[in-house]
């Protein structure tokens, strides 16, 4: 790329080379998530990935978008930027993930109000980190310089993730049943949904200084380093589990909380009936609901009140997988059952 530049577009406030240095301070992270199936590096106008279908009767891909919402003006505000990758990362495999797919590949959009090579490729450093932890590949991206349309220090970030799955083992809640067990793996945070209620909770707009305060109630760390905290990563806990367990349903809890989450991996006819005194309720949880006089229906309506995901298993098979997902790392505990109702979910 030495003979592209644009003396012209630069005036306009685009400068091509700096995406150039980007892409060059970025390769390092990328390298890191190579797999299998990467067929060539990054930099070319698609990426290429072969796909590994061996033992696999009727191999399906599963795929998955999303961005980190309003999360990303907390990195901006604390100008910390290797992390929130990472969110964008689960926000699309923990989708996947719950169809019982493996994901394979990832690829990540920057829209920025001024390409700085340094920041991008912090961003992408966490990209490539939240792949390492999924085991995906990073084999592409883009980045634009959107001069005009946003402040020259702003960015959002969003991505695409691709899995596989053998069609006979896609997750599908046909086989839940009345007795089977909820079994909750409990979140990292706010992980990365309610930011804007959070925003208006701690006034961030107007006084960003609410952000910096060491507080007592979430164990001296101040509000801006608690609510950036990355989005948990279920993938190989999970994986993990569908190989000796009969999953008989995931839900990936995000925006909509408990309340929309959980009852699309309910059929039906049937209800989970979550004990919500058995819910470990996060320290952060507890301050937005008494800063922001936040209801506590709202509260479950709104975030994952410490719980990332929720799985169901037959009541007989409880116990082989807490020992399981504690084995991967995973606080996972029984939060309820499935009876029959047509509420899809009853909050106890």
């Known amino acids: 790329m030495k003979n592209s530049r644009s003396e012209s577009y630069a005036a306009a406030g685009v400068d091509i080379t ?45 795929s998955g978008t999303d961005g980190c919402g309003t999360k990303v003006k907390m990195a901006i505000l604390m100008d910390k930027h290797d992390t929130i990758g990472i969110d964008a990362v689960a926000m699309c495999v923990n989708d996947i993930i719950c169809c019982g797919a493996k994901p394979l590949f990832f690829l990540d959009y920057i ?19 939240g792949c390492v932890q999924s085991g995906a590949a990073l084999i592409g991206g883009e980045t634009a ?27 599908d809640n046909t086989r839940m049943a009345e007795g089977d067990v909820v079994i909750a793996l409990a979140s990292s945070g706010v992980h990365s949904n309610g930011f804007s209620l ?9 006084n960003p200084d609410n952000l910096y305060t060491p507080c007592e109630a979430l164990g001296g760390k101040s509000v801006a380093e608690t609510l950036l905290t990355p989005t948990r990563i279920y993938v190989k806990s999970i994986l993990a589990l569908l190989n000796k367990v009969d999953v008989k349903g995931i839900s990936h809890i995000t ?9 699309r991996s309910i059929p039906d006819g049937l209800c989970a009936k979550i004990d919500k005194n058995a819910v470990k309720v996060l320290p952060i949880f507890d301050l937005i609901a008494k800063t922001g ?35 991967n790392g995973e606080d996972a505990y029984v939060i309820g059952s499935i009876v029959k109702g047509d509420e899809k979910i009853d909050l106890a």
């Not at 829209?111 to 980190?129: D, Q």
């Not at 310089?145 to 997750?171: C, N, Q, R, S, T």
């Not at 229906?297 to 807490?322: F, H, I, K, Q």
């Open 18 to 62: 700096a995406g150039y240095k980007a892409v060059e301070l970025m390769k390092k992270h990328i390298a890191r998530t190579k797999n299998e199936g990467c067929l060539d590096d990054v930099g070319g106008f698609g990426g290429c990935f072969g796909l590994p279908v061996a033992g696999m009767e009727e191999p399906v891909l599963v």
């Open 255 to 263: 925006g909509g909380g408990f309340y929309e989450n959980i009852p």
């Open 198 to 206: 959070c925003r208006k909770v701690f006034d961030i707009d107007n």
């Open 145 to 171: 310089e959107h001069p005009g349309m946003m402040p020259v220090e702003d960015y959002d970030l969003a991505g695409f993730a691709v899995g596989i799955v053998d069609k006979k083992k896609i997750l």
């Open 293 to 327: 006089n936040v209801p506590e229906r709202d509260m479950y309506n709104t975030y994952n009140m410490g719980v990332g995901m929720s799985v169901v298993v037959p009541a007989s098979e409880v116990d082989t997988a807490l020992e399981i997902l504690r084995a």
């Open 111 to 129: 829209a920025c109000g001024k390409n700085i090579p340094e920041k991008i490729a912090a961003i992408v450093s966490g990209v490539a980190e």
